[in-house]
């Protein structure tokens, strides 16, 4: 349940603290007072696009902030890590460059969180609501949100996706003779090319580093041979000199216990020469230096560069690429066994499609046949006594029979008028007649709906009279299982609102501004008496308003 609104800096509203309450909201004014913009606000703080002409003109930014019940979405909280109380608070700030922010509970969170976490909990009926309507492919869609079949939808979806997957397979897998023969000539060339090469991995790195040896092998060789020089030419070497220190160090030791240790580090320092002296040696016995072999080793660099730029590959990725061209010429080369079996498969997997569609079906046609008696029951509700209201089934016009909806071309049918045949809504409807299907179905859809907050901008569309009066007391019993707001020009809907807010706008200092304030009993009937008569107050028009109201409380009473 939506609580509390607060607006700063939208559009003509320079400041509006607006508290809800359960039951039946309703919102009236004079047209362009700034309804739309309450209802424009709402759904900024839901995440819905905004742009900087919604900035308040001379503000740097405009505000908006809602506090809700959290009982619904403690799910979405915790999967979101965010910390909730009792109050959900959302907030959404946007610059006057266009930019915005969004917080819930004070922790920022993307445009796209919040519209998701506003989709638990309010709906808004907008009045494109009657368009969307009429445009018939969303009759499906409609109808699967009644039928909460999703157990047998997903069955369906995850047959159907296996089947769109093999297919995608026969179509790689499928080409004409030409192109076959081009593919195998290129894959052939680049296996022999690579195969040729007979690629390791970590061989250029390797064959780069023995180059770089043999490039400086006379400075090299030198520094070598001086090294070993020292630690073991001539009778004065370090390893010779090292042996001795030791020997008499250790007969020192013998006599003072405490050069024990000096002793041995000489003779570990003697060994460790020793070692080196000999890696030395055998590194300069291995050097083996030869123009020929020089020449090998820069060929063999030199078509390693080239395969790598050729291919845009390091080795590792040569030798990964030339197993791909020969996985790929293999499927080429026995396509036609690969093709025989993926049309068996693709045809079982076919009627198990269509098994799993004529289940979806079904279910959907029993659907229909509750939604059709639901639907007409609603209507008499709306003063519309003699409407039938169907579904009608078609079959899917493809090849397959089926596509990723199922096996159904659903529409929405109806007849306003005795007497008359079932048309589309689209030909049939009038608009005050598509504002109360539109009625029916989110009533009918609301009981399945964990939202607990419906609002409804201008549903009186194209309704007066009776018909209007109906709309009211329909959406004053929604109000008994959701809260319910309502954005109306018609005194028979404000009348049966449990709180009536009116909208005013106001010129001063040559500004616009618009104001929000709750009624008490006389203000709803003055305002209702406006919406019977405008400006034009009198008794008549006043005892009349008070007369609805009476009514209104009557009827609430008796429901």
Not at 535 to 557: H, P, R, S, Y
Request: charge should be negative; hydrophobic fraction near 35%.
């Amino acid at each position: 349940m939506l609580n509390e609104l607060h607006i700063e800096n939208i559009a003509v509203i320079e400041r509006a603290d607006i508290s809800f309450s359960k039951g039946f909201n309703v919102l009236t004014g004079e047209t362009g007072a700034g309804k739309s913009i309450v209802i424009d606000s709402i759904g900024a703080v839901l995440g819905e696009r905004v742009s900087k002409e919604l900035v308040r003109r001379g503000a740097e930014k405009a505000t908006v902030s809602a506090i809700f019940d959290a009982d619904n979405v403690k799910q979405w909280l915790d999967e979101n890590e965010i910390e909730c109380e009792d109050e959900l608070i959302l907030q959404r700030r946007i610059s006057a460059d266009g930019k915005s922010s969004c917080r819930v509970c004070g922790q920022p969170v993307t445009a796209a969180q919040l519209k998701e976490l506003a989709s638990l909990l309010v709906d808004i009926h907008g009045q494109n609501d009657g368009r969307q309507l009429m445009d018939e492919r969303r009759h499906l869609f409609y109808l699967d949100s009644f039928g909460a079949f999703g157990g047998v939808c997903d069955a369906f979806k995850a047959e159907f996706n296996k089947y769109n997957a093999l297919k995608k397979e026969i179509k790689k897998l499928s080409m004409d003779e030409i192109e076959k023969e081009r593919l195998s000539e290129s894959l052939s060339y680049q296996i022999a090319e690579l195969e040729k090469a007979q690629l390791k991995i970590g061989e250029k790195d390797e064959l780069e580093s023995k180059r770089d040896l043999m490039r400086n092998f006379e400075k090299l060789s030198e520094a070598i041979d001086e090294a070993y020089g020292i630690l073991y030419g001539g009778e004065d070497n370090a390893i010779s000199m090292t042996q001795n220190a030791s020997y008499y160090a250790k007969r020192a030791s013998s006599y003072a216990k405490e050069l024990a240790g000096a002793a041995k580090s000489l003779e570990e320092a003697s060994f460790l020469i020793t070692d080196a002296a000999e890696t030395l040696r055998d590194f300069r016995d291995g050097l083996d230096f030869s123009p020929e072999e020089y020449d090998r080793l820069e060929t063999r660099l030199s078509l390693l560069n080239k395969l790598e730029r050729k291919y845009g590959k390091t080795d590792e990725e040569l030798l990964e690429h030339l197993d791909k061209c020969r996985a790929k010429l293999d499927e080429i080369e026995y396509s036609d066994v690969r093709l025989e079996k993926l049309g068996k498969a693709l045809e079982e997997q076919k009627q198990i499609c269509i098994a799993k569609a004529l289940e979806l079906s079904n279910e959907r046609r029993n659907a229909a046949l509750e939604l059709q008696k639901r639907i007409e029951s609603e209507l008499k509700d709306l003063s519309m006594p003699s409407v039938r209201f169907a579904v009608d089934f078609a079959e899917i016009e493809n090849s397959d029979g089926f596509d990723s909806t199922g096996m159904d071309d659903v529409k929405f049918v109806m007849s306003a008028n005795a007497g008359e045949e079932l048309g589309r809504i689209s030909r049939i409807a009038s608009g005050g007649e598509l504002s109360r299907i539109m009625l029916a179905m989110k009533n009918v859809f609301a009981e399945n709906d964990p939202v607990s907050t419906m609002i409804f901008d201008e549903i009186d569309t194209g309704v007066s009279g009776i018909a209007a009066q109906r709309v009211g007391e329909k959406l004053y019993s929604v109000s008994k299982g959701k809260q319910v707001m309502c954005v109306t020009h018609l005194p028979q809907i404000a009348a049966m609102a449990d709180t009536h807010f009116v909208i005013t706008k106001q010129e001063r200092d040559e500004r616009t501004y618009t104001h929000v304030y709750p009624l008490d009993n006389d203000g709803r009937a003055g305002e209702i008496a406006r919406l019977y008569g405008g400006d034009n107050i009198t008794e008549i028009t006043l005892a009349g308003a008070k007369e609805q109201l009476k009514a209104a409380e009557a009827f609430k009473e008796s429901n």
